[in-house]
């Protein structure tokens, strides 16, 4: 395999190359006595929360263990998706039909709402309404997209395409899949600059963001809670619960209960040096996001410059750096574009995504705290959503049901949260994908 000496460019970093342009900032704030809200977790749930609980009129704090938006909020591909991934899980076998499309429809109304939130608070985040390329791992599974392709343009709202194999050169410049399927509910941002513009929209809204604030425990206390932290106590009225990949570390959580519905998992990015124009048109017509059908995905895209190739995927299913995981990603990359050999690369980083049991986002309420949490690797605009939803209900404002919340969380017998078989899931979905390819 590729080592990270040959492939990696002079000065190359191990972070996200989002920061070069949007690091997070450091916050001078100092932790408050006490607040009538409590948001736990500063990435684009807690501060979508915190923005619509301003609206509404109530005092709410946001603290994060980190810096406000330094998890995954300013680590993705960028890649706004219209509820696809949760459109595509078989809901109607599960749920029945009407509930089915209810779910469907509630996640699809994700990217709506994200486009609308951009241009409301004017946030400059390079977004694009640009489509998607889902490219088919094998003859089989073109055929399964072609069979839910019309389900998902009826709940997205948006057309989708599916596309045979001799015209797959239009939508990416590769020969790699089988065709696929083109979606135009979907767009491209810079994360680091929406989490930046997003957290400045719910400070100016009056909300207070406090930076490196570590939640060690939180109790209730009376018609509150008490909010225990390496920097002291917070008393609040109410406690929203906004940490998704991050709810448990290798100190613990705060929030075992959460923690144990949430199956914490690595992705991996790297960065290309930047190409010629004429590559990247030849790469990346018409400027969309791609990604594949293999359990072990693949997502690739464009730089908002249009200068280099954002490259990302499941590197490792067991706990690897960075500088660890590129070679493999460099290598996957190669086989879907073997013409960038020997491109070098800048950058590579990593960040926490998370799955549930049941592979769906959920808002609800445990133990009196409130919670959004479960984005399934596609939170920008998922966890924008979730995040305003979740406070509606929180502030009494919802004025129609919402079908992601309320629905059972299920987890696993001793399960805690450290999701130690990963590494047995990962070769398993390998052998699969191996196979899937080999039968078509």
């Known amino acids: 395999m590729t080592d990270l000496h040959s492939i990696a460019a002079p000065g190359f970093k191990a972070r996200p190359w989002w920061w070069e342009a949007a690091e997070p900032p450091d916050r001078d704030n100092t932790l408050p006595d006490q607040t009538p809200i409590a948001i736990i977790g500063g990435g684009y749930a807690g501060l979508s929360a915190a923005l619509t609980l301003r609206r509404l009129g109530h005092e709410v704090t946001v603290i994060d263990a980190e810096r406000i938006g330094w998890g995954a909020s300013s680590r993705n591909g960028g890649m706004v998706s219209g509820g696809l991934k949760v459109a595509s899980t078989g809901l109607a076998a599960k749920y029945g039909e009407e509930k089915g499309r209810a779910i469907a429809g509630a996640a699809a109304a994700s990217f709506p709402f994200i486009e609308e939130t951009i241009a409301r608070e004017g946030i400059d985040c390079d977004y694009v309404r640009c489509g998607r390329y889902t490219g088919a791992w094998s003859r089989a599974h073109y055929k399964a997209m072609e069979a839910r392709a019309d389900w998902i343009a009826e709940v997205t709202g948006l057309p989708t395409e599916m596309v045979p194999k001799a015209r797959q050169r239009e939508f990416v410049g590769s020969d790699h899949y089988e065709g696929g399927m083109a979606a135009a509910a979907t767009g491209s941002l810079h994360p680091g600059k929406y989490a930046r513009g997003l957290a400045q929209a719910a400070e100016k809204a009056g909300a207070r963001l406090v930076d490196g604030v570590r939640v060690t425990g939180v109790t209730r206390n009376g018609d509150g809670f008490r909010v225990a932290t390496d920097k002291g106590v917070l008393r609040a009225n109410a406690v929203l619960v906004t940490t998704n990949g991050y709810t448990k570390d290798a100190r613990g959580t705060a929030l075992p209960w959460l923690a144990k519905r949430l199956i914490p998992l690595?992705?991996?990015?790297?960065?290309?040096?930047?190409?010629?124009?004429?590559?990247?048109?030849?790469?990346?017509?018409?400027?969309?996001?791609?990604?594949?059908?293999?359990?072990?995905?693949?997502?690739?895209?464009?730089?908002?410059?249009?200068?280099?190739?954002?490259?990302?995927?499941?590197?490792?299913?067991?706990?690897?750096?960075?500088?660890?995981?590129?070679?493999?990603?460099?290598?996957?990359m190669l086989q879907t574009f073997p013409d960038l050999a020997g491109v070098k690369i800048t950058h590579a980083w990593t960040g926490y995504v998370a799955?549930?049991?049941?592979?769906?986002?959920?808002?609800?309420?445990?133990?009196?705290?409130?919670?959004?949490?479960?984005?399934?690797?596609?939170?920008?605009?998922?966890?924008?959503?979730?995040?305003?939803?979740?406070?509606?209900?929180l502030a009494g404002a919802a004025n129609a049901p919402f079908a992601l919340d309320g629905l059972p969380f299920p987890t696993q017998p001793t399960y805690t949260g450290t999701p130690w078989f990963l590494p047995f899931v990962g070769n398993y979905y390998k052998v699969r994908d191996h196979i899937d390819r080999l039968v078509g």
């Not at 030849?282 to 249009?306: A, Q």
Request: proline share 7%; with cysteine; net charge neutral.
């Open 355 to 393: 799955f549930t049991f049941d592979l769906l986002p959920h808002i609800g309420v445990q133990d009196g705290m409130h919670y959004a949490a479960g984005c399934q690797g596609s939170g920008v605009a998922m966890a924008t959503w979730l995040g305003h939803n979740v406070a509606l209900k």
């Open 266 to 332: 690595n992705s991996y990015i790297i960065a290309t040096e930047e190409l010629p124009p004429e590559t990247m048109d030849r790469l990346f017509p018409g400027r969309r996001m791609i990604s594949d059908s293999k359990r072990v995905l693949n997502y690739f895209r464009p730089s908002p410059d249009g200068k280099r190739v954002l490259w990302g995927g499941r590197a490792s299913f067991r706990a690897a750096t960075a500088e660890q995981a590129a070679p493999a990603l460099y290598d996957t």
